[in-house]
């Protein structure tokens, strides 16, 4: 029978080596500031001299606050692959979540070659449910009337039920036409109403005429002539569909599609487009680019074009933003904060309130503010706010909104701005940079994820233990899209697979901290550390929670000097079971963590230190370092 041994012994010798190596003016140093991690994590845009020190870092990388025990920063975890490996094509977009008529997800992912697929995730297998795209878009998509609505501003807007994809229009009513005549058993005139001429019947377009009695027959159009001098146009069909003996048409209806938009949004029971076209760095879609069209018609995809009701166009109703900005201006994303509308362009926000846009003063211009967006995919909403990159930072469109200034003043972004605006330079440096732009939200770990370019994911992290920026690297910075979806998952496509976040929340990816087995390089910064006087020190003390065993090495630096650096290491112990089956003083008690004290004598006016580590190896928590000296 193994016997429990008793701690006392050993805990009584840890702490007398613990005393000969303290402070003899403890008092120098507050405990919390070089202990705790800090509670605002990463600050770029101060010198490292003024980082206040138990807010702040100069670096953390790969670590994030620890969700068990406040105070500590904790290794993230790993990615692990997830379904098939991608064999002749790679991923160039981020995944999309669609919720099936049966209640569970689907994952559809982008290719390379212009298809879209879904991922079986019982056998890792992908089906093809649309090919063909242009893969010089940017292809988004939005959940609407139980259906998601894709996007890339160069191909037809389409919409997958789970089953099939089908691209959006309507038959629209040609309410302004008149003396709609049959001719002959494949043709028939009309008089268009106003300008419209013969734009409303192209070459190869479906109509449906409704005869007074053979009632509607479907037909496509083989070709058209107009007269101007009496406004009459000659609709030829494709075979002989109409009745042999001529009959009154009653209706006449034209299938017409809506714009191959560019964004698309949900707002008000309707979906809002942008202009068509492809997002560049630096060249705009056109003398659109201010254009908002909206449907027609709440709740139903299909609704665009205004060809019922009083002052009835046959048009896609719409809003032009162009005289609402001083200058020139592009529209690449929108937003919704406090019900008001938010049409994010380059340069500027422009807001509109009401709820009716149909209806005269239903929805109307609220304010322009000069605060400007990079990219559609770096719009990002929160539960009560939205997270945008403008050129100069990243910023909350709350705070942007209340304010009504411009994006010089700090924000929730200020702390990373000379980072964020490195990273912008890089992304509107060329087309290519720029389509790489990603951004989500992984509401499970508070996490809101920002990809300016492939050195690192600027990361927002919101929980109960701290609220700040961390740098993510290995898989995440050259990662081609993230998915947070709605069952606490997050996946992320690279260029050759899919990975899921290895938290346990995937069943294909249980708790690891490795990227699909290579080491994660995990650093943590500290300010310069200043005493009233010089600082003799002995030795560092890491405080450890939760940890694997593994080496940690530390950098310290002396008298604001980066280039006089010595670097020792620490090897850390693995945290055993409070109660085990070892025989009596057969193994050292490993009921608690052992805090590695690593020698390090030297005298300065000041100090900083790197922690650091690269494994594979986890569950690893920082709780601190303590300097030990006088």
């Known amino acids: ?101 049966d209640g569970t997800l689907q994952v559809i992912q982008y290719f390379s070659d212009g298809s879209l697929r879904t991922l079986d995730e019982g056998t890792g297998a992908y089906t093809s449910i649309k090919t063909g795209l242009n893969t010089s878009g940017t292809v988004g998509a939005v959940p609407f009337n139980d259906k998601l609505v894709f996007y890339n501003g160069v191909d037809s807007c389409f919409a997958w039920d789970g089953s099939t994809c089908t691209d959006l229009g309507e038959y629209v009513t040609d309410i302004l036409a008149t003396s ?228 010089v003043l700090d924000d929730l972004g200020g702390d990373i701005d000379p980072t964020v605006q490195a990273k912008i330079k890089t992304l509107l440096s060329g087309d290519a940079e720029y389509r790489k732009a990603r951004s989500f939200y992984y509401p499970h770990d508070g996490l809101y994820g920002f990809k300016l370019d492939d050195d690192g994911l600027l990361a927002f992290i919101l929980n109960k233990q701290g609220a700040g920026w961390v740098i993510l690297t290995g898989y995440f910075a050259d990662a081609l899209g993230f998915l947070g979806t709605t069952d606490g998952r997050l996946l992320v496509s690279r260029a050759t697979n899919l990975y899921a976040y290895a938290n346990g929340t995937d069943d294909d990816a249980p708790i690891a901290y490795s990227d699909d087995g290579n080491a994660i390089d995990c650093k943590w910064w500290i300010p310069w550390v200043q005493i009233a006087g010089r600082w003799g020190n002995r030795a560092f003390e890491i405080l450890v929670e939760q940890t694997a065993g593994g080496t940690i090495t530390i950098d310290r630096y002396i008298n604001f000097n980066e280039q006089d650096v010595v670097t020792t290491t620490a090897q850390m112990q693995e945290m055993g079971s409070m109660w085990d089956d070892a025989m009596w003083d057969e193994a050292t008690w490993d009921g608690n963590t052992q805090n590695p004290v690593v020698s390090d004598k030297f005298l300065a006016d000041s100090f900083s230190v790197l922690v650091r580590h690269f494994d594979t190896e986890g569950p690893r928590s920082i709780l601190g370092i303590r300097p030990i000296g006088r």
């Open 1 to 101: 029978m193994a016997l429990v041994r008793c701690p006392c012994a050993e805990e009584e010798q840890t702490s007398e080596k613990l005393h000969a190596l303290s402070a003899t003016r403890i008092g120098l140093f507050d405990g919390r500031l070089l202990t705790l991690f800090p509670r605002a994590l990463l600050n770029t845009a101060l010198s490292p001299t003024l980082v206040v020190k138990d807010k702040q870092a100069r670096l953390i990388e790969n670590i994030i606050p620890n969700t068990n025990k406040a105070g500590s920063g904790a290794k993230r975890f790993g990615l692990s692959r997830k379904g098939n490996a991608f064999v002749g094509i790679s991923a160039v977009g981020e995944p999309f979540e669609y919720r099936k008529s």
């Open 180 to 407: 709609a005549t049959q001719v002959t058993t494949s043709q028939i005139t009309l008089k268009p109403g106003g300008s419209r001429a013969a734009s409303d019947y192209p070459n190869g377009r479906a109509i449906k005429v409704t005869f007074a009695t053979s009632g509607v027959i479907s037909a496509t159009i083989s070709s058209t002539s107009y007269n101007a001098g009496t406004n009459t146009l000659t609709v030829n069909v494709t075979g002989t569909p109409f009745p042999a003996v001529v009959e009154t048409i009653n209706k006449v209806e034209y299938f017409a599609k809506p714009p191959t938009f560019s964004f698309l949004f949900a707002h008000l029971d309707r979906l809002w487009g942008l202009s068509a076209g492809v997002l560049k760095a630096k060249q705009f879609r056109g003398q659109d680019g201010m254009k908002v069209c909206f449907q027609a018609a709440a709740n139903n995809e299909n609704s665009w074009y205004f060809y019922t009701g009083t002052g009835a166009t046959q048009d896609i109703p719409f809003i032009n933003l162009r005289n609402k900005v001083p200058q020139f201006d592009e529209l690449v994303s929108m937003s919704v904060i406090d019900g008001s509308a938010c049409f994010h362009g380059r340069s500027y926000l422009v807001l509109y309130t009401g709820d009716d846009p149909m209806t005269v003063g239903g929805f109307v211009w609220a304010k322009t503010i000069p605060v400007g967006t990079v990219h559609q995919k770096l719009v990002q909403r929160l539960p009560t706010d939205t997270l945008f990159v403008t050129p100069a930072g990243i910023r909350s469109l709350r705070k942007v909104f209340q304010t009504e200034q411009a994006e």
